[in-house]
């Protein structure tokens, strides 16, 4: 196993998916998600609002190893503080995204 700072990588932490980012963070008019796989999968990415609620569904299909960029347009969303998941056949990560006006 390598060490990654005081902690060790695990083989878990290798094969996972990797949500990398969405930016600008805060947004305005559109996000672009960024994230790679470690294998072909079915992939689910999704937003949604302090109460849980998903707003929208930016990806839902299988998709290729590798890295992946996809562009959403969010001029439609009310400002405030939402959450993004990306979900994979090998787990999911959750961030923050926050919307401006």
């Known amino acids: ?6 902690e060790e990588e695990t083989k878990e932490d ?16 559109s ?10 999968s079915a992939v689910t990415l999704k937003i949604f609002d302090l109460a849980g609620r998903v707003v929208a569904t930016v990806a839902d299909e299988s998709q ?16 405030g503080v939402y959450f993004y998941t990306l979900k994979t056949v090998l787990g999911k990560e ?3 995204l926050v919307i401006v006006r």
């Open 94 to 96: 959750t961030k923050g």
């Open 64 to 79: 290729s190893k590798g890295p992946h960029e996809v562009k959403y347009e969010i001029s439609n969303f009310e400002a």
């Open 14 to 29: 290798q094969e996972s998916d990797k949500l990398l980012s969405a930016y600008p963070n805060p947004a305005d008019k």
């Open 1 to 6: 196993m390598r060490k990654r700072g005081d």
């Open 31 to 40: 996000v672009t998600f960024q994230y790679y796989l470690e294998t072909e």
